[in-house]
Structures are given as structure tokens and as C-alpha cells.
């Protein structure tokens, strides 16, 4: 029988699609009040992947990444979805997003996104939010899985995320060397 344990603190990394600067700033002002700092904010970059979120946000959508500074429960990504679907609603304009955040989990050895959107890839959280494996540590790298988004598993995204990964092992060390000395 296994012994039940605390889970292992993961880094809360979101994927940002904006259409209005303004309602960006908004956002991340807001997840920087409920999440602390942030420790890495990529460069925007035009959003070319796929045209879906065009008709909601219109044609120039710029893509950037957030990661924040403070390690979270990785049971907290239904919670975290569900106040990033609520930033969502409060900055829409005549009912169209302007802003479209993705959270996820960094783990050590994965990284998972949130999604309402139902699969037999996902695993239900609660209160209609799933997990979906989205890229897996192998082999010094971060591998894509058949089903993962095609800017997840780009090698840019995946090098930022192994990046990221490599700072949050870092933290987990000087957490874990803290709670020794207590």
C-alpha cells in the first residue's frame, strides 16, 4: 500500500493570446495579485498556429508566455483555470474575449494544461475543468504527444519550458534545503 504524500510544488506557466494591450496588462496584473511575481515573461510574438480564436479576438493576435515566481499545489490548476476563465469574462468586450489564458503545471518530469474541453486524452479535475498531459521530460528534452497544441510543441516553446524546468529544479532544491534546516 502507498503512503499518501504532498504533492511536489510545480511552476505555474500561462500561455497568453491578447488582441488588446491594455487587457493584457489587466490580466497580468491581476494573476500577479493572486500569484506573486512573475519569473519569466517571453517576448509577443504574432499568433500564426491557427486561425480559430480569429472570429472572437480578431486578426492580429499576439502569443506570450508567463511564468510565475511562486511554486503552487499542482492540485490547484482546476481552481487556477476557473479564476483565468473569470479574468477572461470580466475583460471581454461585447461578449468576445480579448485576452485567452492558458494555464499549466510545470512539473519536473511534465507539463499540463487546463482546458474545459473534454477528451479521451484529459482527465477530470472538477467543476468541468480537465488536466490534459501535454508534454513529457525525456531524455534531457520536453516531448510533444500525439494530441499536443502545435505551439506547445514547438521547439522554441519546448526549449523555454526546459529552461524553465532547469529554474524550477533549482527552487525546488533551495525549498527542499529550507525545510531541512527547520
Request: glycine share 4%; charged share 25%.
Amino acid at each position: 500500500m502507498g503512503l499518501e504524500k504532498a504533492f511536489v510544488p510545480e511552476r505555474l506557466v500561462v500561455g497568453v493570446l491578447s488582441s488588446d494591450e491594455a487587457a493584457e496588462n489587466a490580466a497580468l496584473a491581476e494573476m500577479i495579485e493572486r500569484y506573486g511575481q512573475l519569473c519569466f515573461h517571453s517576448a509577443k510574438e504574432l499568433f500564426l498556429w491557427t486561425r480559430y480564436y480569429c472570429p472572437e479576438m480578431g486578426d492580429t493576435i499576439l502569443r506570450s508566455y508567463w511564468a510565475f515566481e511562486q511554486l503552487v499545489d499542482p492540485s490547484m490548476l482546476a481552481a487556477i483555470k476557473r479564476q483565468t476563465n473569470a479574468i477572461e469574462l470580466k475583460l471581454a468586450r461585447n461578449g468576445k474575449r480579448t485576452v485567452n489564458l492558458d494555464p499549466g503545471m510545470l512539473g519536473s518530469a511534465r507539463f499540463c494544461l487546463a482546458t474545459t474541453k473534454d477528451h479521451s486524452h484529459r482527465i477530470p479535475l472538477s467543476d468541468g475543468i480537465y488536466a490534459e498531459l501535454t508534454l513529457m521530460f525525456e531524455h534531457g528534452e520536453f516531448r510533444a504527444l500525439p494530441w499536443t497544441y502545435p505551439d506547445w510543441a514547438s521547439q522554441p516553446v519546448r526549449q523555454m519550458l526546459s529552461e524553465l524546468r532547469t529554474a524550477l529544479l533549482a527552487d525546488l532544491k533551495r525549498l527542499t534545503s529550507a525545510l531541512n534546516l527547520v
